[in-house]
């Protein structure tokens, strides 16, 4: 026995997608229905637990022994369902997932939509879904089916024989995935990251459950008083209405297409009296600050902490991962510097004091999502983070020597682009100091070929910024830059050779090969982006582009145009990826476990008196594939999760 190929179906009554499978399979009322697995892609066993039938001991005792490889398509929550069955968590290792499996060659993310796409000979079954949703989940109780709020095998056993059959078809088809793409196997460098993710899952992050619990007393309860003072001022039976904000705004002199948050901040500043406060309320009330309380609030499992927060290779362009449940990887800033004592306020419930304090509320609680997560008892957070990786990765792939320069003598980059585009000294809060904010925007938005519009994107007219200023911004950062500009052109030109001979090629250490109709490119890491299905095309301007297969923007599988300095992003923000993905492997042999990390930050759960120092060194160690990269990280140590 080498391979288990495995799939289940389970009930429970909680909502699996706002719980996520951690809580889900803690449920009071979670059941393991039918196990259907396949020994060394051999015939599917499909094992009914609701009729008596058990899972073969050696099967039982294959899912905790790591020579043995369990594969599931997304493999977590069939090994935290089974961890529940079992009675123990089970170690990751051993399992592999072939949704990552997909992930790596740029496949979609869903097993119906894999199958599609590779053409499957068997494929998933799209009755299942009404037959997962039938025995499932729970039943709304009606007097045709006598009140009860569960359906049973015995209530439609046809319905049941579908059903084991569509497990087993399922089971058939993750196989088949894998004998498809056996071609491409996942380096076993990456499931041991898969391994340590899944490690960070099961780990879990503790929430402040009173804070949680008063944060959203508190925004029910200023929401009501935002409304009610809406409702007074404009004799509206719902001014949160749109259409009747609009019509009494007209009404009031203020012609208005749009209320959304933009378009109603630029009309509160040429608005007074009445109008102006309404227009302020409906700023306060669109404000959705309390979502991701309530996310945490669903998700919470019996130990008090929120579970599989992150997925792994969730990002298929780059590797990176995704968040989930409270998705992490997008919370709001803070920036309140009596942040702690707010916090306290809130979990108080001193709500009037908050009020007399703060013009918004529902701002300060959205400042207050992060702090939410908290270490637990006699540990603290030991928060690192690399600084400004990505412009040290782009610095040191397309040897710009200046910008190495400056990191290397941990010199402000803001300061040192502004003085590289305008020719002379810029100092921070010093000499010529203004134009450090001109060179910071044109960091922030041009590294990846972006122009003007990348500008206005980044908020450089909300900045003060004239449309006039733009175009000469964007020239005088790309003169400052040429090493940059001519990486893009040498990666566009490294991977259209390689798509129209099928011939490797090779720029700034990094190899472009053609293989089974799909373009990779292997990072100095060693680890490969794939690019589906290339070709050669004119885009909408006239000019030659590259498209490949992937995943759109509207989230359906189609032809998508890239170009070199798009290449270029996938590949610094890929290596900035493998960067943090092995320092926190470093970081969890040292003894120092992550219990969550957003974009180039991890989160340490460690006994208090720990050395932050120790941790910034081994995260700043270098691989061997680094040679010339000059990383820098901080960080600080706090009770609570902040932006620091």
Known sequence: MKIISIDIETYASANLGKTGVYRYAASADFELLLFGYAVDFGAVQVVDLTQGEQIPDDILQALDDPRIIKSAFNAQFERVCLSRFAGHRLDPSGWHCSRVWSATLG????LKDVGTVLGLDKQKLTAGKELVKYFCTPCTPTKANHQRTRNFPYHAPDKWQDFKYY?????????EISQKLRRYPVPQSEWELYWMDQRINDRGIEIDQTLVKNAITCDTTFREHYLTKSQKLTGLENPNSPIQLKNWLNEHGVQVDSLAKAAVSDLVQNTTGDVKEVLNLRQLLSKSSIKKYVAM???????????GLLQFYGATRTGRWTGRLVQVQNLPRNSLPELQAVRELVKQGNFEILGMLYDSVPDVLSQLIRTAFIPKAGCSFYVADFSAVEARVIAWLSGEAWRQKAFANNKDIYCESASQMFGVPVVKHGINGELRQKGKIAELALGYGGSVGALKAMGATKMGLTDDELPPLVSMWREASPKIVQFWWDVDKAAK????????????????????????IELRSGRKLCYPQPKIGINRFGSESITFMGINTVKKWGRIETYGAKLVENIVQATSRDLLALAMQRLEKAGYPSVMHIHDETVIEAPSGKSLDDIIAIMTE???????????AAGFIGNFYQKD
């Open 297 to 307: 609030q669903n998700a919470i499992c019996p130990d008090g902490r929120v579970h």
């Open 167 to 175: 497990n087993q078809r399922d089971v058939e088809v993750e196989m």
């Open 497 to 520: 050779d390689c798509i129209r001979t099928h011939l490797p090629t090779k720029t700034h250490g990094m190899n472009f090969t053609y293989q089974g109709n799909c373009l990779f």
């Open 107 to 110: 496949l979609p993310l869903s």
């Open 622 to 632: 270098t691989p061997a594939w680094t040679k010339g990269l000059i990383l820098n």
